[in-house]
């Protein structure tokens, strides 16, 4: 007689959440709830091992426009399949295991958290101030990156920081507002063209712009009616021929880092190793129709450490054993020490330069890696994922709620 096999569907509840908070891995946690029905209710709150590792995973674009994305972890190579309908055909910003979503044809933004499924609408970008002085030809880049200041899952006393209006401003919503506030920098005598990041430390909102400034407001002043008042934290020090094509700020261990990226903006290729497989869109102006083949590709980073103390940035070759995640995410640092698959002193970056490319038919997704700073050499890590128009791969920190 064939022996009869267990049904694991029957299990006790309270054996089943007493398995759940014994799992230490996010990834074990949220394909539990996948087994089946009766497993699927237990992955709650009160269930959920605080604990749980929490290095990011790469967030693959879609394929082919269907609204299943493959989330890659960094730390053991598992592939989570989730399909999040929502996002679909949407660009995505992340903030604290949020997606921060644009739409394709109307520009409509809203908060997703992909494993819950919460969503939080947000008031339309034409809500902004001057908006159509300051829209974007592309509706999904009028925000060019957004940050959170509290995770919405742990309290209703959070702001939504963006830069947006071709990264001219910094604006917030706050729950309950219908439009966007622009905050309104004091003026000053020194013209600010472009932000690039921004981040929230020790209650404050630092914020880098193209001329290399760190600047700081306090949650106060940025919620005040009033010109927000602001002042200079540090300058990197470089030379005004010096090119800035991306920057960010990272926490890491209490101390603020400012990064430059090199190499994000459309360049002529110096020789066939140069080139990329990817077709250009060509480019129209008073000379008619330019079948110019342009190229891009990450070259270099630069990393400066700030000293709050004394005003200044100091270039740094050396994390210690921290690892740097950069882009269209919060930038963010993780001990590689405490992930096998992480490797400490290393930039992991993605593709997120919409600017460029938006200049191929394919899209984003080529330019991603990972940065090696001791020696300047650049491991790619493309791999043949899907690129995308709308969303390329993306760093999420993986949360349940």
């Not at 269907?66 to 903030?95: D, H, Q, T, V």
């Not at 739409?103 to 001057?130: K, Y």
């Not at 439009?179 to 920098?185: F, G, K």
Request: negative net charge; hydrophobic residues 40%; proline residues 5%.
């Amino acid at each position: 007689m064939a022996q009869e096999l267990a049904d694991w569907s029957e299990l006790q509840y309270d054996l089943l959440v007493l398995i759940a908070r014994h799992l230490n891995l996010i990834e074990d946690y949220l394909n539990f709830g996948t087994v089946c029905k009766s497993w699927h209710s237990v992955p709650t709150k009160n269930n959920f091992n605080n604990y749980l590792s929490r290095a990011p995973w790469l967030m693959i674009a879609e394929e082919d426009g269907n609204s299943i994305r493959k989330f890659f972890s960094l730390y053991n190579g598992m592939i989570l399949n989730k399909r999040i309908p929502k996002a679909r055909r949407k660009r995505c910003m992340e903030s604290m295991g949020w997606l921060i979503m644009v739409g394709e044809d109307e520009g409509e933004i809203s908060m997703l958290h992909p494993f819950s499924g919460v969503q939080i609408e947000l008031p339309h970008q034409n809500t902004t101030i001057d908006y159509h002085n300051h829209r974007t030809g592309w509706k999904m880049g009028f925000i060019f990156k957004a940050v959170l200041s509290a995770n919405p899952s742990h309290t209703f006393d959070y702001l939504l920081m963006v830069i947006e209006g071709n990264t001219r401003f910094l604006s917030f919503w706050r729950p309950g507002d219908i439009r966007w506030t622009r905050v309104t920098l004091q003026a000053t005598n020194r013209m600010r063209t472009a932000f690039f990041d921004l981040i929230y430390f020790n209650g404050q909102i630092y914020a880098v712009d193209y001329s290399g400034d760190l600047l700081v407001c306090d949650i106060a002043d940025v919620v005040s009616p009033q010109p927000t008042k602001y002042h200079i934290v540090a300058q990197i020090p470089l030379q005004p021929q010096d090119r800035r094509e991306q920057l960010y700020i990272v926490e890491s261990l209490g101390s603020l880092f400012v990064i430059l990226r090199y190499g994000v903006q459309l360049r002529l290729p110096k020789d066939d190793c140069d080139r990329i497989p990817l077709t250009f869109i060509p480019i129209a102006d008073e000379r008619g129709v330019q079948d110019v083949e342009y190229t891009y590709g990450t070259r270099n980073f630069r990393v400066f450490q700030v000293d709050l103390a004394v005003g200044k940035m100091a270039e740094t070759r050396e994390l210690g054993d921290m690892a740097f995640f950069l882009g269209a995410n919060t930038s963010l640092s993780v001990q590689a020490s405490q992930f096998p698959g992480i490797k400490p002193n290393h930039i992991y970056f993605t593709d997120d330069y919409f600017v460029t490319y938006l200049a191929y038919e394919e899209g984003g997704g080529l330019d991603m890696g990972v940065f090696k700073l001791a020696d300047g050499s650049i491991q790619p890590h493309y791999n043949g994922v899907s690129l995308s128009r709308f969303c390329p791969p993306t760093w999420v920190t993986p949360t349940l709620y």
